[in-house]
């Protein structure tokens, strides 16, 4: 800011400079709390585009003498004027970062409960009410065979989804069981880590509890809980992270391959327990009934491989091949995973700027398989 003043005899005007300037601030603060997070005098500044825990207001003038950017979390304001609150006294006995953090891992656990459980709850008003008469109509019909009547729920549901009105009653009864499971599931894992999480001591606990809350509690959320690199600042793609950051990206880039491998071997992967185990008895039995030329060896019990070619009305020897072409494809499988497995677990260990972490989050989300579709029994439920 200049300022010209009259010229003095025989001189040109003068220009001072005024000793004090006012500067136009943005000040970036917590919408409930009013507490200062972030301080810029860059006309280019950006606020975060997602979330709307920060709020950014113009201010112009003098920030309070003595804040800096290490403390500013001291300060509220409030759009006008600053406000000193000091240094918050933490109780006897009490480490407050600690505290803080289990804060976090709460509200953490209660945001990934309840997103799982949303989309088994009702989408109107009264909804639970409706959902308690019309599974008793449907068990009222399976149980007991009678028909419901014609001002029911089941009836206008079979009509308005074309199907018959004991298969609409057999849709209920299973969506209920669905939900009950689903809350017998979380509930079991939100009393487990709560406990844990407030019996934790130190900051190490914490951060293994974090790491099982990811992994455990619908993993497939957890880019919606993905740390951002910057709440306040621009984010720049080729800055390096800091060495906390860092690691719990790494930790997220496992888990994104862990769930996508195990996406691919999935459908080469029996729900039945101990099937691997008659999995690979079939197959010796195979190997011998296609050493014999297609034929059980006496004294061979032979009883799964003769079961498996019965129930799918095959010769003997065409059932051992198919048993030993299903071993060959599940390694094939899980060779080229494991080797893509290998490969990116090294590069998420070299990951050292946001753009790295970018492209190898990428990377993961288009793995597939090179090996051909999953055979017959692949596809095992």
């Not at 609150?85 to 289990?102: F, H, I, S, Y």
């Not at 009410?129 to 109509?137: D, F, H, I, S, Y």
Request: charged share 30%; proline share 6%; aromatic share 6%.
């Amino acid at each position: 800011m200049k300022t010209e003043v009259a010229e003095r005899p025989g001189e040109g005007p003068r220009v001072v400079t005024p000793a004090f300037v006012e500067t136009d601030w943005l000040v970036v603060s917590q919408v409930k709390s009013y507490r200062v997070v972030y301080f810029t005098d860059d006309p280019d500044y950006v606020p975060p585009g997602q979330g709307d825990w920060y709020y950014v207001s113009p201010f112009r003038g003098s920030l309070p003498k003595g804040m800096t950017l290490r403390n500013c979390w001291r300060w509220r304001f409030n759009g006008h004027e600053f406000v000193d609150a000091g240094a918050a006294k933490p109780r006897q006995g009490v480490d407050p970062l600690l505290e803080n953090n289990k804060d976090a891992l709460r509200t953490l656990l209660r945001e990934k409960i309840d997103t799982v459980r949303r989309p088994y709850a009702p989408s109107s008003v009264l909804g639970e009410q409706v959902r308690e008469e019309k599974l008793q109509e449907a068990r009222e019909l399976i149980e007991q065979g009678m028909q419901p009547s014609s001002g029911g729920y089941l009836l206008a549901a079979a009509a308005a989804r074309r199907c018959t009105v004991r298969e609409m009653a057999q849709r209920v009864v299973d969506a209920h069981e669905a939900q009950a499971r689903m809350l017998r599931e979380t509930e079991a894992l939100r009393e487990s880590l709560t406990v844990s999480i407030d019996e934790a001591r130190t900051q190490t606990e914490l951060i293994d509890l974090r790491a099982r809350l990811l992994e455990e509690v619908a993993p497939e959320l957890n880019a919606r809980f993905a740390v951002q690199p910057s709440h306040t600042t621009p984010r720049t793609i080729v800055a390096v992270p800091a060495a906390d950051e860092l690691a719990r990206e790494q930790l997220r880039l496992r888990i994104q391959l862990r769930e996508r491998v195990n996406g691919l071997r999935r459908p080469y992967v029996s729900h039945y327990l101990l099937d691997d185990l008659v999995l690979k008895h079939r197959a010796r039995i195979a190997q011998a009934v296609l050493a014999a030329g297609g034929a059980m060896p006496p004294g061979l019990d032979g009883a799964t491989l003769l079961s498996y070619a019965a129930a799918r009305k095959q010769p003997l020897a065409e059932a051992a091949q198919d048993i030993l072409s299903e071993m060959d494809e599940a390694a094939q499988v899980l060779l080229e995973t494991e080797a893509s497995k290998d490969a990116f677990l090294s590069r998420i260990a070299g990951v050292a700027t946001f753009k790295d972490i970018e492209h190898v989050s990428a990377a993961i989300a288009k793995l597939e398989l090179k090996a051909s579709e999953p055979g017959k029994e692949g596809q095992r439920s």
